[in-house]
């Protein structure tokens, strides 16, 4: 007999560890566990979303006539692993080999293949996660001998692999990228459709049960839970985005507003990275919705690149450079991640909103993150590892594969600038443009060097100034620096004593 272990991020009926099983010998296993729902402080909902969708994905495998040894939480034994579990089910069962699809962290990829086998006394085998549509050869092979490993030539790649937007050779409309129509800021039309509300059965009502008695210290709340548990509601949400938001997610993906959570993105991200969709059924989906004329080319382009492109793109990057990638910080970080990353209580209203968001929802879209908590985080000059790690926590499509290059690399550009040719740092300016945000500020975005000046702004130029000798001579910067430099030097005085004051006091802002 052989089993396969499923994992929570694995739960796709194509998951390619099942293709190496019979369903009238072998055995599929599945288990909720303290070791990996713990090892960071997991929002409440990423854990119920995890908890309840395994549930459903192993009653449809049972249905389907696989055999499923379910390990649910055990609250008597919190500290059980992965590793326990196996060692129980092989106590009860002879098994010749235990097959396991890829995982998407390398911690627990290395246990696998490093301690696994000794201590279950079995082979183990991983076998290629063929969801994704770049392997990790095929990355290596890309990146092999280039200086820059730049997401745009690697998307193209894509593109031709795929045939997604091509017509022969060729992308439809005679360009590979429609990024420059995709900075629009939002100014209240057209209106917003409404997010679906999803029914939730016996499972995810048992599920949420579990979590808020046994996950309590946990941030967040599961009050306005509503991410799709099963395949079915994934598919619902997808059509969702395509029939209602599509349309306007190019213009308007970059734009935020105090009172609008989700805006037109695609709320997919949960149900895409742990596998109720795949990759290439949602890129499908919004080119028919092109080629049907129900969505503009920007719109479908912009969203088929954040999926073939820079999603798979992070994966190589991860999969590449780890496990050195986790532990680098290019710019020397030294200061610990402010309390209100953890508690959303500050005066900065941009902050509070996208901290707010978080905390209801798990949810804040990519310039929410970029550009607002992550350009803070960088602009303050935080440890990366630490906020890596409350990404990692606090978002209930964060897994380490795709969080990891993202904030290390894309947010903190403390990879060197392997993933980004310059730091994705910002002055409050940025924010107004993109938002509402500064109305509802105490500070003032204009300026930056008095007494209730934009945090933003002032520390802006602190971090150009203090960074000077690793981007000065950046191309992508050389601009800012010339205007630093014409800068009198009352105003630098005047910028540092803000910012000085501002990092001394970082946890009252």
Not at 62 to 70: I, L, S, T
Not at 185 to 198: H, K, M, Q
Not at 318 to 343: C, G, V
Request: charged content about 20%; hydrophobic content about 40%; aromatic content about 12%.
């Amino acid at each position: 007999m052989n089993i396969a272990l499923i994992l929570g991020d694995q739960l796709s009926a194509s998951i390619s560890s099942l293709q190496k099983l019979s369903k009238t010998r072998d055995w599929i296993v599945m288990a909720e566990v303290g070791v990996e729902a713990r090892y960071v402080a997991h929002h409440k909902q990423k854990i119920a979303l995890i908890f309840s969708a395994m549930r459903h994905f192993a009653r449809q495998l049972q249905a389907d006539g696989w055999q499923v040894h379910y390990h649910y939480y055990d609250r008597d034994k919190p500290e059980i692993g992965l590793n326990d579990v196996l060692m129980e089910f092989l106590a009860q069962n002879p098994v010749d080999q235990i097959y396991v699809t890829e995982c998407g962290e390398y911690r627990l990829h290395q246990q696998m293949l490093d301690t696994w086998p000794q201590q279950l006394g079995v082979p183990v085998t991983l076998v290629e996660d063929t969801r994704f549509i770049c392997t990790k050869d095929e990355f290596a092979q890309w990146a092999q001998g280039r200086k820059q490993l730049r997401m745009e030539y690697f998307y193209r790649e894509m593109r031709r692999k795929t045939g997604l937007l091509m017509e022969g050779d060729q992308p439809v409309g005679w360009q590979w990228n429609f990024d420059s129509d995709n900075r629009e800021p939002y100014r209240g039309d057209p209106a917003i459709p409404s997010r679906p509300a999803f029914v939730y059965d016996d499972i995810d009502t048992t599920v949420f049960e579990l979590v808020d008695k046994e996950f309590v210290s946990h941030p967040g709340t599961l009050t306005h839970f509503n991410w799709p548990t099963n395949r079915e509601q994934a598919l619902q949400a997808l059509a969702g985005f395509i029939d209602t938001r599509l349309r306007w997610f190019g213009d308007y993906q970059d734009a935020m507003q105090q009172s609008q959570h989700f805006m037109f993105h695609s709320l997919i991200s949960t149900s895409l990275n742990c596998g109720l969709l795949t990759a290439l059924e949602v890129c499908q989906a919004a080119e028919r919705a092109w080629r049907d004329q129900l969505a503009p080319l920007n719109a479908v382009e912009g969203f088929i690149r954040q999926v073939i492109g820079w999603r798979e793109y992070v994966r190589g990057i991860y999969w590449m450079n780890m496990p050195a990638y986790a532990e680098q910080n290019s710019l020397n970080n030294t200061r610990n991640l402010p309390d209100y990353y953890w508690t959303g209580e500050t005066r900065m209203a941009c902050m509070k909103a996208c901290f707010k968001n978080t905390f209801d929802h798990a949810y804040a879209h990519h310039i929410q993150r970029l550009m607002v908590t992550g350009n803070f985080a960088l602009l303050a000059g935080v440890i990366p590892t630490q906020i890596c790690d409350w990404y990692l926590a606090v978002y209930a499509d964060a897994y380490d594969w795709v969080e990891l290059p993202n904030t290390l690399g894309m947010v903190m550009h403390a990879d060197g600038g392997l993933l980004a040719s310059k730091p994705y740092a910002a002055s409050g300016s940025y924010i107004h443009k993109m938002s509402d945000y500064c109305r509802h500020c105490e500070y003032q975005v204009k300026t930056s060097t008095e007494h209730n000046s934009c945090p933003f702004n002032s520390l802006y130029w602190h971090f150009v100034s203090r960074h000077a000798d690793q981007f000065a001579r950046n191309p992508r910067m050389s601009m800012i620096y010339r205007s630093y430099e014409r800068m009198s030097d009352d105003k630098k005085q005047a910028l540092h004593l803000r910012s000085s004051y501002l990092l001394e006091h970082i946890n009252e802002l």
